[in-house]
């Protein structure tokens, strides 16, 4: 990987605190969508490990499982990263978005 997640442009970020908030967030990123934008979502969640990985799971699946309901083709790719002292980030985009970039 050429390039860190921060360098992609970001349409919206979401500041996670539960699983409650990963749904919410998974369900207007599907409703926003990924198709025919240059831009993705950035998810902000808690280090508590416990949390964090249920917030990552529920989000990266959750996404998928939304845009095949949808009846989208769900070609998303995301990143996990440490985004500063107190969160973790995941940046999710479109894998046409990421190659327009030039990704």
Not at 5 to 21: F, M, R, V
Not at 54 to 59: H, K, L, P, Q
Request: charged letters at 35%; zero cysteines.
């Amino acid at each position: 990987m050429d390039f860190h997640p921060n360098d992609l442009p970001i349409s919206k970020t979401y500041d996670l605190k539960d699983e409650k908030d990963a749904s919410d967030a998974v369900d207007d990123m599907v409703k926003l969508g990924f198709r025919d934008k240059n831009e993705g979502f950035k998810v902000l969640f808690p280090k508590e490990s416990k949390t964090a990985k249920r917030i990552g799971y529920t989000v990266t699946t959750g996404v998928t499982h939304g845009l095949k309901q949808k009846k989208e083709i769900p070609d998303i790719r995301y990143w996990t990263y440490h985004h500063d002292d107190d969160h973790y980030a995941i940046v999710l985009i479109s894998s046409d978005a990421l190659t327009e970039l030039g990704f």
